[in-house]
């Protein structure tokens, strides 16, 4: 009823950008607030960035000033621009919608940062 996709993972050199997508489809009618999440091996799942259905983002403190999420036109379509990327952002990142109460999960997209 409800799917969730990242896309735009893989492999990058320290300092470079990468940008992430997250298509949200399926049994939706409107506009969710999304969110975007990672998690490392062996770490907890982390809040990355939050936006909300007007288009108001959030960050972790973590990566304020480097990553920008935003909304596309289209419906619960978002992006997370990632630059300045660091080692220590490699992870799974996954994309989330909130509707109707519950929130729906993609499967992950890999983003591994090494020289």
């Known amino acids: 009823q409800v799917r969730v996709e990242e896309s735009g993972g893989g492999l990058v050199q320290p300092g470079r950008s990468l940008r992430l997508s997250c298509v949200a489809s399926?049994?939706?009618?409107?506009?969710?607030?999304m969110a975007w999440y990672r998690q490392a091996p062996g770490k907890e799942r982390e809040l990355v960035a939050e936006i909300e259905s007007t288009g108001r983002p959030t960050y972790a403190d973590s990566v304020k000033g480097r990553f920008f999420a935003s909304r596309d036109s289209l419906p619960n379509v978002i992006y997370l621009q990632m630059n300045n990327l660091r080692p220590d952002d490699t992870a799974v990142y996954y994309c989330?919608?909130?509707?109707?109460?519950?929130?729906?999960w993609g499967q992950g997209t890999q983003v591994t940062v090494s020289s």
């Open positions: 989330g919608l909130s509707y109707n109460g519950d929130w729906y």
């Open positions: 399926g049994r939706i009618f409107g506009r969710g607030d």
